[in-house]
């Protein structure tokens, strides 16, 4: 490894295939698919491929707030893309998502299956196919879509650029988790200083603007990404805790932050989601059952 004080960039960049780092398994300079894989196809009209990741928990929760408000048209299929195993780079997977990213979607309910992926523009979707979660008179519409893309903005400096130096790294470096750090709690202050002037981003009410921005905002705010709640003091910013544990106790939200999870308590875990008795504790005995006596 180079001593990131010392290091001197090359005058052309190359690849080290096997270069430090959990991620340097998945992570490659070129886009396409490295083999061939169908994505598997269930009974209902959305087919999401997904994994827990906070971009991923947007589209779960999204989907179970569209269910608890009774849109049958919104039931979905959930299977679950192992990044780390290298399923998004599966030619069924880029057909859908030629980025290779989770989450992606594919909606069968018409006589062309449409493709969406980038996790703002599958809520977008959703909020205008369902009508919901969107407002619609203008300026409201506007001010949640300007958070929402404010979350898309913001995210890669607290995921890729915060998370990445502070938690993941090979090795610490003081400068890039020093000015990640101070992004990030800039961000909060942001974030902080519009909800001490409304209930939710966009207003009164709740939206996609939310459901994009607590996967992230929300899970710092818990110390549940990154561990690093009391590195960043993030108890200062009293506003984005109120505003996160009044999403954190919908029972929609508890439910998607289910789905596609592979790690952690494992009683919090829902691989994959068919059907609402999935989230049935028996329900999921007897399919963890059935998979041990097919040797699976």
């Known amino acids: 490894m180079n001593d990131p004080q010392t290091y001197t960039p090359p005058a052309v960049w190359t690849w080290k295939k096997d270069g430090a780092g959990r991620f340097s398994g998945i992570n490659r300079p070129v886009a396409g698919p490295t083999h061939d894989k169908v994505l598997p196809v269930g009974r209902h009209p959305l087919q999401l491929y997904s994994l827990a990741t906070p971009n991923g928990v947007k589209v779960t929760v999204m989907l179970e707030e569209l269910l608890a408000r009774k849109f049958s048209g919104a039931e979905y299929d959930a299977w679950m893309i192992s990044i780390m195993d290298g399923d998004q ?8 998502n030629p980025n290779s990213k989770i989450p992606a979607l594919t909606d069968r309910s018409g006589p062309t299956p449409i493709r969406v992926f980038e996790s703002g523009s599958i809520l977008l979707y959703l909020a205008e196919k369902f009508g919901a979660f969107l407002p619609t008179d203008i300026a409201t519409r506007t001010e949640c879509l300007s958070w929402l893309f404010w979350q898309m903005g913001s995210a890669p400096y607290l995921g890729g650029g915060f998370g990445h130096f502070y938690a993941y790294a090979p090795w610490k470096i003081e400068y890039a988790i020093d000015r990640f750090a101070m992004e990030v709690k800039r961000q909060l202050d942001v974030l902080d200083r519009r909800l001490a002037e409304t209930q939710y981003l966009a207003g009164p009410d709740y939206t996609i603007a939310d459901i994009a ?23 200062e910013y009293v506003n984005v805790k109120r505003w996160s544990d009044a999403i954190t106790a919908r029972p929609a939200v508890q439910r998607g932050l289910k789905v596609n999870r592979n790690y952690g308590d494992q009683s919090k875990q829902l691989h994959e989601r068919h059907d609402a008795s999935d989230f049935d504790t028996k329900t999921q005995d007897k399919i963890e059952a059935a998979k041990a006596a097919n040797g699976g």
Do not use: K, M
């Open 89 to 96: 780079f599966g030619s069924g997977f880029v057909a859908v």
């Open 213 to 235: 921005t607590w996967p992230w905002y929300g899970a710092l705010l818990q110390g549940r990404i990154y561990g690093a709640a009391e590195f960043l003091q993030v108890h």
